[in-house]
């Protein structure tokens, strides 16, 4: 039986190409796929790394072979499959590996709406279904095939953006975007088009080989030439994309990083502004900022659980207008509770380009406490590690614990959270506090029993 087990994360499928990721394998997640969510059409795009145009080509004969009529969008950013698969009302797959090296890629998939589907909601029940084909043979195509059919769906992508986020008054910025070589040098020329923005294009050519840097902005090095760039030329900030595009970096007019969380809290303050009192999701590694500043504008926040399913199950649950993660992953719900990045970006450009000041000062309201950034750590056994913090701190005074997601600790004046990895012997810590001093007390305090 094909072992599935290390290639099946979460929401997506990853894998070594080709040795346990191949062509005949994806035709078998195609049909899979078609028959667990009982689709009779579905769309399919994919990112530009090598292996990728054959993966889906091979889904979708996959999907086609169970009668599912298949619209194909070729190179497209993870948001725009999204848009399809929401604007179009079908169930979708996304053939990338994101922000990770080369040789790996994978399937992102999702319901009609861009409705996640998450271990819980399909990819166990495709995953075993994969299974049990690969060791005792695929079925026999249906006696009626579906459809292959070609779409651009790019053009409507970007004009469903710019109705969400009106950037044609704002004044003329200067804006550098490092695409990585990914799929932003796709999408951002079609998005920006015609708008006040004096564009630097930097790395747009399409390259799944990454020959500049990884395509992931969450790795400090990655967006060390972003930084020299926009310092160089004077820009008023700087847009790092990752390989499919679904996130997005920032960075100010000193080529400083703009935090997730200040653009998290910036953007729901916008957002709150649309739709006042509505209901703001956060992940719980986000800043204390976020939920301050959600109740400051009206809105009500929700923290839950750090992933992707767990934000969207979240979004529908309570009817959301938006959420934010510690990792620049933001979702709306005007884009079917999906994560965009480029509209989060649109969103920074409006702000900005709506006042005179520079990003730096923009976004300071939004950036009120000192953090540690994620630092992870090697362990030989996550759950004693975790087990010996939660001693070290439970019955201390001022100090709640709770265990939502891994293990998070809270005084007054600081919290941390360190959390488990799925994939890794690692444990996650993330510090915050109300100064600088104490959180790298409570770091280096943390970090001794994780380590010890």
């Known amino acids: 039986m094909t072992d599935l087990s290390q290639i099946v994360k979460a929401y997506d499928v990853r894998g070594v190409v080709p040795a346990q990721w191949d062509e005949p394998l994806a035709e078998l997640f195609g049909a899979a796929f078609v028959e667990v969510t009982a689709a009779d059409a579905i769309v399919i795009g994919h990112d530009m790394r090598p292996s990728s145009p054959g993966l889906s080509g091979a889904f979708a004969r996959g999907a086609a072979s169970r ?94 953006l710019r109705a969400l986020v009106d950037l044609g008054g704002i004044r003329p910025l200067r804006v550098v975007v490092d695409a990585g070589n990914g799929m932003g040098g796709h999408t951002v020329p079609t998005v920006f088009e015609g708008l006040p923005l004096e564009l630097d294009a930097m790395y747009f050519e399409l390259d799944g080989s990454f020959p500049n840097h990884e395509a992931n902005p969450l790795d400090p090095k990655n967006i060390v030439d972003l930084q020299a760039r926009v310092r160089e030329t004077g820009a008023d900030l700087g847009l790092a994309f990752d390989g499919d595009a679904d996130r997005c970096f920032v960075v100010d007019e000193n080529g400083d990083p703009v935090s997730p969380s200040a653009i998290t809290a910036l953007v729901a303050a916008r957002e709150l502004a649309k739709h006042p009192g509505g209901t703001v999701i956060h992940n719980l590694i986000t800043s204390w900022s976020v939920p301050e500043v959600v109740r400051e504008n009206g809105g009500e926040p929700v923290r839950t659980r750090v992933g992707h ?35 989060a970006a649109m969103h920074v450009l409006a702000a900005l380009g709506g006042q005179q000041g520079p990003l730096s000062q923009l976004v300071a309201q939004y950036d009120r406490y000192a953090a540690s950034g994620e630092i992870n750590s090697t362990v030989d056994d996550q759950t004693g590690r975790l087990a010996a913090i939660k001693a070290a701190y439970q019955g201390r005074d001022g100090v709640t614990l709770d265990e939502l997601d891994g293990l998070t600790v809270t005084a007054d004046d600081w919290w941390f959270n360190v959390r488990a990895s799925n994939t890794e012997p690692l444990l996650r810590l993330n510090v915050e506090a109300r100064d600088t001093a104490t959180a790298d007390r409570i770091r280096d305090e943390a970090l001794a029993i994780i380590r010890g």
């Open 67 to 160: 009668g599912a009529n298949v619209t194909q969008i070729g190179l497209c950013s993870t948001d725009e499959l999204y848009f399809a698969s929401g604007s179009l009302g079908l169930p979708g797959a996304m053939f990338t590996a994101s922000h990770n090296p080369a040789r790996y890629n994978g399937i992102k998939m999702c319901r009609a709406g861009a409705a996640p589907v998450g271990q819980d909601t399909g990819l166990a029940d495709i995953r075993a279904l994969v299974e049990r084909w690969a060791d005792e043979g695929a079925p026999q195509p249906v006696a009626a095939p579906g459809t292959i059919t070609q779409r651009d769906v790019l053009t409507d992508y970007a004009a469903h």
């Open 309 to 343: 399913s767990f934000i969207k199950e979240e979004m529908a649950t309570t009817g959301a207008i938006f959420g934010g993660e510690h990792s620049a992953h933001y979702y709306f719900r005007d884009f079917w509770n999906a994560d965009t990045g480029m509209l």
